[in-house]
């Protein structure tokens, strides 16, 4: 996910796309580094809000891939790497 990066709109985007994948695929939501996380401060909510948000209110509807995030010791996706259990 990789578009308007405002917290409601990822949040939708996450409510219309995780219930159409199945397992083996793979989700990738970008640029979770915004609001402070840690640039752009005043950006407000953003992808890293939407998607804890949406993992707090379906805790088994995706399984976090830490390994991606530290493969190449940086990213724009932290929490970001999910695959489908």
Request: net charge negative; glycine share 8%.
């Amino acid at each position: 996910l990789d578009s308007d990066h405002r917290a409601a709109h990822v949040r939708r985007e996450l409510e219309l796309w995780v219930p159409r994948l199945r397992r083996g695929d793979y989700l990738v939501v970008e640029d979770t580094v915004v609001n402070g996380n840690p640039v752009r401060p005043d950006h407000g909510p953003g992808p890293l809000e939407a998607v804890r948000d949406f993992i707090r209110a379906h805790p088994h509807a995706l399984l976090r891939d830490e390994s991606r995030e530290t493969k190449f010791g940086a990213t724009f996706a932290i929490e970001g790497y999910y695959s489908i259990p």
